[in-house]
């Protein structure tokens, strides 16, 4: 069993911090999405654990190993970061057993992996030739080469068409379900939903949050009240994290549902709803993400409309 573990991990380039003290764990037979806007510090933290960056502060663990002291790297951790690491001139078939050889694997393990991305009819084909989807293709047919038991993806699905992706997420379910490792970064948050057990968000190299995807879809409180202004006012004065929602409703987060709704009776503030509020990926993501001044803005916008 090999979890993936950061430890207070701080990587910096000169005085620029790109990665902030980042502490979370990956467990086996769970995927997990690795989350953040651009540069948010996620490629940077993949590579200080897989030994491509040297973290400035902290330590990245692979079963409680370094990278580099594994005893067999490529059989245990399936890489996928750079999608066109390939010769243009060389076939996908050859770029392939290039690494067989290296593992000690023969044709027949390079023809499996082919069949299993679905590029067995292109193997022969140049890889100068193929499109993007395909080269990603064969970046995941060599991260699966040595059938590891941890998947460390870089935006995987990046160039694959829908059935492509619908691919992507059934490989992936399937590793770990069989007791596979899978940490996966993506853009595609939608898809990431539809995929992810949990999920890791950092921000300015910072974690923001981590935990079961399906818990912290769940965390929140939907309130309507004809007194929001108030509401919003008596919330957050008592410590909760305040959020209009487009459709009239406030979103409160670190706060029970039985505390919202004795705070409201203590000052007469009369409810029209209070119930578990499970948000999409997406809109979570824009609220761990934002900008503190674009949430207070929100909040005071949606003071004045209520």
């Known amino acids: 069993m090999h979890a993936l573990t950061f430890e207070h991990v701080t990587k910096r380039y000169g005085r620029e911090v790109v990665v902030d003290d980042l502490s979370f764990a990956v467990q086996p037979g769970r995927v997990t999405g690795f989350l953040g806007p651009n540069g948010a510090g996620k490629s940077t933290a993949m590579k200080v654990l897989l030994d491509l960056a040297r973290a400035t502060t902290g330590r990245a ?58 590029l067995d009819h292109a193997a022969d084909r140049r890889v100068g030739a193929y499109s993007l989807g395909m080269r990603q293709r064969l970046s995941l047919a060599a991260a699966l080469l040595g059938d590891p038991p941890v998947l460390v993806l870089d935006e995987p699905g990046n160039g694959l068409d829908p059935q492509g992706i619908r691919w992507l997420r059934d490989l992936l379910r399937d590793r770990a379900d069989a007791g596979s490792t899978v940490l996966v970064s993506s853009h595609l948050l939608a898809e990431v939903e539809h995929l992810a057990d949990d999920v890791v968000v950092i921000n300015r190299g910072k974690l923001v949050t981590a935990g079961a995807l399906s818990a912290l879809q769940h965390a929140g409180v939907t309130v309507r009240s004809p007194q929001a202004a108030v509401l919003v006012d008596l919330l957050a004065a008592a410590g909760a994290s305040v959020t209009p929602a487009p459709d009239g409703a406030t979103v409160v987060h670190g706060m029970s549902p039985a505390r919202i709704g004795d705070l409201a009776a203590e000052r007469g503030v009369t409810l029209h709803e209070l119930s578990a509020h499970a948000g999409s990926l997406e809109d979570l993501f824009l609220r761990w993400t934002a900008d503190r001044s674009e949430v207070d803005l929100a909040a005071r916008k949606g003071e004045v409309l209520a």
């Open 61 to 118: 663990r692979i079963g409680g190993r370094r990278y580099r002291d594994l005893v067999s790297p490529a059989r245990t951790v399936g890489v996928v970061l750079e999608p066109n690491a390939f010769h243009p001139g060389r076939s996908g078939r050859n770029h392939l057993r290039v690494l067989a050889d290296g593992l000690g694997l023969g044709a027949g393990r390079v023809d499996a992996v082919l069949g299993l991305v679905g």
